[in-house]
């Protein structure tokens, strides 16, 4: 396993570089790299409510580098409400800091970037969503966004290293994206023993996003970098595999910890690299009823089949590598097709059963089919096309209805046999 994390840690250094400090133990060296950004700060965060001892060593950092903090406000609630975006908007435009320090998991962190945008380039939140809004704005501007500093606290989405703002509609029970190189913090730290506090249904929730990140990157992956994004990709679900249930039941297991982190920062590297589609395209309509991760967990072994016609290789590598972990039989390697496609299927549910995750919408107590239209109907928005390019096969918006439908429907009942593939 020592080899697996040194592989995991290279490629992480070889995506960051110097902008990114991680590994355990390193919080305190979050005052040093905020100097360089700004001597006026804005806090956003919560840790001083679930974790004293290590927000005393934040406070400590800052303290000791000379940074003053001009403002400290709370962090966002999960899936970053725009509510909060708002909220953060006018602290920035309240206390003009000459920097930003968000110390929080991806929903605080997402909304900080999206609060920048909105302090800096005024306008509307409609009018960033999609992809490289926020750039075509900015190439009229002088100067460019507020710098900032993201404290990752959760293994999870990987905001901290991702162009990606995640922003919720609460009234309409909407996810969308602001997908922008523009917004990715120019600097990031993350201690990975700072997810010792995470519950063990946030550690699944948090690593199962992680999993679908490099598994939805990896299915979508182009020939010109399919030969990396597979080194990324598999690197960090066999980390997931390896780790997760110790984790789970040992939340104190620094190595857990840390191999959990490293697992969730490759999925932020492939993300960043590749796109995520349809689980995560579906999961944005299930806000109310599920958290992302446990969506994602439970709509990629549907999605997985119907790209089974065209993943096939992709298939055998996750084949060998669910043999491995015992989540599939050795006999399943030499399956071919949709065969294969439902075995792999298969593994994925395996994987959800081991940490007792659900894994049909049915035994969600919340869902119901309005959820199905919901999804469908942002499979057709133009905002989240991008989803839908990603998709290993074809799937314009006029298809939606003839080929997701069936998808979801499956999620719904467990039923496989629902699924029309496009071969």
Request: glycine share 8%; with cysteine.
């Amino acid at each position: 396993m020592k080899a697996l994390k040194n592989r995991a840690k290279k490629l992480i250094q070889e995506f960051k570089g110097e902008d990114y400090t991680h590994g355990l133990g390193c919080l305190d060296k979050t005052g040093a790299l905020l100097k360089d950004l700004g001597d006026r700060v804005l806090l956003i965060t919560s840790l001083h409510q679930r974790d004293s001892e290590s927000f005393q060593i934040l406070a400590d950092s800052l303290e000791e580098s000379s940074v003053r903090v001009v403002g400290h406000i709370l962090s966002a609630q999960p899936n970053s409400p725009k509510e909060d975006v708002f909220r953060i908007q006018e602290a920035i435009l309240d206390t003009e800091p000459e920097c930003v320090l968000t110390v929080s998991g991806g929903s605080g962190i997402d909304a900080t970037k999206a609060a920048i945008v909105l302090a800096d380039l005024g306008g509307d939140l409609d009018d960033f969503f999609g992809v490289g809004k926020v750039t075509e704005k900015l190439d009229s501007m002088i100067e460019g966004l507020l710098p900032f500093l993201a404290v990752q606290t959760a293994s999870s989405s990987a905001a901290h290293l991702t162009k990606y703002s995640n922003i919720t509609d609460i009234q309409t029970h909407q996810k969308k994206l602001i997908i922008d190189d523009a917004v990715v913090p120019p600097r990031c730290l993350f201690d990975y023993s700072l997810t010792r506090s995470m519950s063990a249904v946030f550690t699944c929730d948090g690593a199962f996003d992680g999993l679908a990140h490099c598994l939805e990157v990896y299915y979508g992956a182009q020939p010109g970098m399919y030969d990396k994004i597979e080194e990324i990709a598999l690197t960090g679900i066999e980390l997931i595999l390896a780790y997760l249930e110790r984790a789970v039941t040992t939340p104190e297991d620094l190595e857990a910890r840390e191999a959990l982190g490293l697992a969730t920062d490759l999925g932020g590297y492939a993300i960043m690299v590749g796109g995520t589609n349809g689980a995560h395209l579906t999961s944005f309509s299930l806000v109310d009823v599920l958290s992302h991760g446990r969506a994602c967990a439970m709509l990629n072994p549907y999605y997985t089949f119907f790209f089974s016609p065209a993943i096939q290789d992709q298939l055998r590598h996750l084949a060998e590598l669910f043999t491995k972990y015992s989540l599939v039989k050795d006999a399943v390697i030499s399956l071919k097709g949709k065969g294969l496609g439902l075995a792999v299927a298969q593994g994925l549910i395996a994987m959800s059963q081991r940490v007792n995750f659900p894994t049909t919408l049915a035994q969600i107590a919340d869902f119901t089919p309005a959820h199905i239209e919901r999804a469908l109907r942002a499979a057709r928005d133009p905002q989240l096309s991008s989803k839908l390019k990603n998709m290993p096969v074809p799937m314009a918006p006029d298809r939606v209805d003839e080929y997701m439908r069936p998808v979801l429907e499956a999620a719904v009942t467990g039923d496989f046999n629902l699924i029309k593939t496009i071969d």
